[in-house]
Each structure stands twice: as C-alpha cells, then as structure tokens.
C-alpha cells in the first residue's frame, strides 16, 4: 500500500476544495455495527475503534498533516469492506470527501491514476463537470432520498497499444454532509413515476442545491473494476442499434477497435467478415476482407477466372478452423493446414457465425508470435460471439436491402446465373457511397470470353398470313360499311354521306389490290378513327340519321376481327408449345453448368444465351460442357419440330415452324447496357457476330434462290472446318436417338454482312405421319 496525495484525472477542478478528512463516520458505522453485534462478539469493528483511539491519543485527531500514523487504519478499512475482497494488487484506494485526490490505496492504484487516462463518460447534456455530477447525485440522494447513478466515471486506459476501460467508483458511506442554513423546499412532481434518475432529469433542481452551501467531512473509498467487456458489449448494442447511422470509414474504425480491444494484444490480427452469399457466390466488401487472412483468398481468382472450389465448399458447410492453440483441435484440412503454414502463423482461429443456422459472416483471429492465442483467449471471445453474430447478421440485412435498391434504380430483373456480378457492381457503388466519395462512377457489368448460344423458332409466313387476315377482316367491316350506307336514304344524299361512299369503295379497291400491304395503315387508320369522326359530322348536319348512326357505331366498335382472333389465338398455342420446350432445355443446360439465358418473343421464339467461365467463376467450365449444351440444343430443336407438327390439326389456322441455330466459331465478350436494360456483344468483332445472327433467317444458299430455312427441317449455320466435323458427329448422335433422318445436307451460304463462305447443314426431323 501507499500513502501519498495524488490528483484523480478530471475531479480536480472542483473550487470546493478536497472537504474536510475525518474518521467520525467511520466510528459511528463501527459503533453501530458492535450495538447491534452486542458488544465485542464482533472482533474487527472493536479492534478498529481500539486502534483509531489509541493512534488519536498518541498522534490526535487525523489531518491532512498527520496522516502516516493512520496506515494501520486504512489496512483496517480495506479488510472491512464487506463483499469486495480485493488482494492487495487491486485498484483501490482513499480519497478526500471530495475527492479530488485520493492519499492512500494500492500500488496498481496508483499505477493507474498517474497513467495517461481519460475520461469518457462526462454529462455533456447537462454541462456538469463530473466532480459536479459526483456532488449533485449524493446531495439529492441524501437530502431528498432521488437515487440516481452517477457516482460512477469511466476511464479508458490504452495499454501496451490495446486500449482498456476501468469503472471509478466513488463511496461516499462515510461522507457527512451538512447544510448550512435551511434546507431548501424542491418540486418533485416531475420524478414521481420514475424508479431511478439520471442528472438529466433533475437538471432544474440544480439551481437550488449549489455545493458550495454544504459541508463535507469524512472520506470516500474509491474502487477501479475492468469494465472492458461490459463496456464492449454495450458499444456493440449501440452499433447495432444504430448501424444504418454509420459511415463506412466510421463504422470500420470502431470496428477495429472494438476487436483489438476484445483480443487485447497489438500481437493477435484480427478480422469480422460479413457474407452475403447469392445464388452460390459470395460477396465480399474489400473493406472488411483487409485485415482477414484466409477470405481474402476467396476474392484471388485464377487465370481462367474461376474461384477455388475447395473454398467455395467450405462456404456451403463451414466449420471453425483452429491451428496452433492445443495440438488437438487443429484442422486436419490439407487446404487450411497449408495456408496457414505457408503465410508462417504461429496460431488461427477461424469462426464462422450462424444465425438460424444461415452462415452470415466468420470471426478470424491469428497471431505471428507463439502463445498469444490459447484457450483463454477462446473463452474471452466467446462471450462476443452472440452479439458479434447480432451484428454481422445486421451488416448483412442492410448490405443486402441496400444492393436490392442500387439494382432496382440502375438495372433490371435479374437471371440467376449472373445475379451475383450485379451485387458484385452494387457492392462497389455502395462501398463508395459509404465511404462519400464524390460522384461514384458505377462499374460496368460484363462477361468475357463467353460463348453465345443462339437458336430461332419462326412461325413460316406469318406476316403473309396475318396480312391476309386483316385484309379479310377489313373488308368483311368495309361490307358491313356499304350496307349500312345503302339503308340510309339515297334521296337528296347529302355530300357528306357520298363522301363517305366514295372513300368505302376506295379502301376495297386498295384491300383487293394485289399490293394490298402497303396500304395496311391507311385502311386501319380509316375503319378505327376516320370513320367515326365523318359519321359525327353526318348526324350534325342531319339529326334525323342519329338513330341508324349510333346503332352502326355501337356495333362496329363492338366487332372484333374474327379472322384476327383466331390468328392470334393459334400463333398463342403454338408459341406456348415453343416457349415450353426451349424453358426445359435452358433448365438442361442450367444443370450442366449456369448459364446467362434470355427469350423473345415475336410471330415465334428466339433465344440467347451465353455460357462461359467468366458467368459462373464458383464452378470450373470444362470444353466438354460446350459440347454437351449443343448436343441438347439440336434434341430441343428436333423435339420443338415434332411437337409442333402434331398440334398443327388442332389450330384454326394451320402453322408450321422453321428452326435455326446459329454456332459461332470463337467466344465472345458481353456487357450490360442500362439504356436498354439488357445484354450487348462488345467489339467490332464480336459486333459482328450479333448483325449475321439477325440476319441468318433470311439467308440464300449460294448459288441459288432457295431460302436455308424450310419447315420440318433444322438448320445450323457455321463457320470453320472444325466445327462442321464436331457438327456433324453431334447430328449423328441426336440420329440414334430417332428424333432426326440420317441424310445432312451441307451447303454453303450467300454473302451476309460482308461475311462470307458460312457454311450450314439442314437435317429433317423424323415426323411421326401415321
């Protein structure tokens, strides 16, 4: 123990002074507790007022001058606390009634107080220094029985770099404050239904109780107790409960210092890793991956971009990875073992957090330097674990609902397959929002090296064949027209209804015309506007036709092409057959290895889809997945041919279908554009690529005036003496399965967008004609 005056950090600006010391309170305590013992059956409180008398009667009464004769003392009022037990190491000590300084306690205590310590929990609500927030609270809890708590003041404490906080108790038991004069009459209207009180509540009582008209005599018992955990934990509470406050920056620099803080050392790395994982791939924020040791492996992809499927296992059924803390709960993993050798750790610990049994982020822990991680260390973060997983769970949440909004505002709906590279995009641009960077550019959503996938399902004439149901449909209104102008009377025709007359016939003359298309619009525009409006001004002019106009109208507003009706209603049947077997060969081609896939709908269906590494990094692409995938789109093709030649005796308009792919040579690169919320091909080359497949439909074979595409025949267009050799094995299979006749013809296309000699093979689907 020590005895020597020592200022406590923050308390000593009280212009009060330090009170007046005295062991009066402590005597009637002792003398109480031997009246209600009976006498001296309680050794301890006798023996102390034996020995405060006699060190009185030899030295007098105690003073700040004569304190050194009274250590016995105080080593008697250490052993008397009741409940504390401290050691003799322990952060305890005396201090003055009002206690500026303390004059005797531990060796640690002192340690401590002469440290650079700050103080972090002063009232700034209020205004009040804390030795005015001491004061105030044991005025009004001794005067006018308010109990509040703030007889407490937290101190943080940085040692060897970790930094720790320590809770100062001050006990003012035997403090004997007097008044001087009259005790002033308070309203305590405004505290009657609350159980405890904080200076913030009784703040306009303060202007009633000034300190400086009451008297302080005694002493007060200080205390210092390691609050870093529970200080920890509420820090971690307010996080959570605040988290879409933070900034980035902020975020992680608490972050930081609330895991260096709860490992204890500058010698153990720390990491909190949230996860987000979509549709099998896992997002990760460079900012939180900085200080982890293993999961920024995760983010290193290999030269054909594919991510370590070891990893990504691991993602899908984590386990706690331990090395170096007890020989026998080290991974056995070769992957993790060798990891964590090579990069030289003496220990790791790797946690990963669950909440509902969701994976939802990972602790890592790891040390260079033997036996800085151990069990203790374990059990120490353990404690964490729950609110730490509380947390990250949070970041996660928000992360996730924060990528939706981004997505939403900048993109479209998104296919599974490629749904990670636009949270990958997000997590950039919201990274850089967090972090308030000025005008954050978005990165650009693309693939490269991908391989395009392209097929085309037409309906065979279909804009000859709807243009000849509207001419039908036209002229059957033209007819009802006609007739219902030859009801009205020809006497004293009016020019208007002879205008009408004259433009009737001149809308037939066009429909029967043989170049009748071109004058498609012009008719639509005279039935469904023009024609309304003439028999508007017909009835103005004369009233008497009202009755027969509005009858016609009504009825021709109410018909509807019939014609046109079953058209569309047939063109819906068969699309739908389409549409059904291209969806289960993109759920094929899904299970062989995800894929980007997109549809079109129009008189028909097309397709396109691209496959490739750079889609799917979480999976290794093997060539012959590429293979595979053409296989099945031949079988789709070949099978969407038969189907649609069996319903063609259920349609009210007979429909037959063409089919076409189309194999590009080489592998291509894709991007998203925003404007048209959709994938492009990139590069002149591969722009190239995109102009022959929208014109391939069309296509001539060379040296004649036939068209490639025909019904009940797949065509496949190509370029490259390799893949017409991989071509015609892949028919030749599809052939055994018996949805294709043996006999390939191989032939060579006209010149199409300045590319010339493609080459194509038409193979006839086998019909089922009985």
Known sequence: MLLKNIQIENLQESPLGTGHISLAPLTTYLHKILDSLGGRRHLLPWFGLEMIKGVEQTHGEIGESNLEPYEGVF?????????????????????????????YGTGEFYTFLESDTRLISEDKKTGLTPMQQLLYSVILERFYEIPTSTNKLLYKLEQKGVDRYYELGVDFSFVEIQRKGKLPVIDLTTLR????????????????????????NGFTILTLEDKTAAYVSEWLHTMIANLSQYRQERFLGELHKILSTIAGSTEISS??????????????SSDFTRDSFFFRELQKRNVSGVIDPTTTAYLETPFPILYGIEKSLDTEDRLFRELIEREGLASYIGIPLKQRERLVGFLELYSYIPNRLDKTSMMIWKTFIPLLTQLTADIVFFFKNSLEQIILNNFTALNPAVEWR?????????????????????????FEKVYPIYGAI??????????SIYKKDNLSKIDHLEHFLDTLARDNEDDLIAGLRHRARKMRNWLEATDYEKHMLDVFLFLHEELFEILENIEAENPVHKSPIDTFVNQQKGVSGNHMDVFETSL???????????QQFNATVQDIFPSYFELFRSDGVEYDMYVGQSITPTKVFEPSFLREIRKQQIISMARIGIHAAQI??????????????????????ISFREDERRFDVEGGYNIRYQMVKKRIDKAQIKNSKERLVRPNTLAIVFQGDMLE??????????????????DFEFCTLEEIQGVSELRAVRADIVLNED
Not at 80 to 95: A, I
Not at 422 to 446: C, D, H, I, S, T
Not at 648 to 669: N, W, Y
């Open 75 to 103: 080593e008697m009022i250490h052993s008397l606390q009741d409940g504390l037990r401290l050691e003799e190491k322990g952060l305890w000590g005396l201090g003055y009634p009002i206690p500026q300084q303390a004059f």
């Open 193 to 216: 239904d609350k159980g405890e009180y904080c200076l913030e509540d009784v703040e306009p009582i303060f202007q009633l109780l000034d300190p400086s008209n009451f008297t302080f």
């Open 271 to 284: 990491s909190l890793l949230p996860v987000l994982e979509l549709n099998g791939y896992p997002i990760f």
């Open 422 to 446: 636009f949270n990958e995009v997000a997590a950039g641009q919201l990274g850089a929002y967090m972090r308030e960077e000025e005008e954050p550019v978005m990165n650009k959503v693309r």
């Open 458 to 467: 037409d309906v065979k004439g279909s804009t000859q064949l709807r243009n």
């Open 572 to 582: 819906q049947q068969l699309n739908n057959l389409i549409k059904d077997e291209v």
């Open 648 to 669: 063609v005796p259920s349609l009210v308009v007979p429909m037959q279908v063409t089919l076409l792919i189309f194999v590009h040579t080489s592998t291509i690169d």
């Open 725 to 742: 050799t991989e071509i015609r094995d892949l028919l030749a299979e599809v052939v055994a399965t018996g949805l294709l006749k043996p």
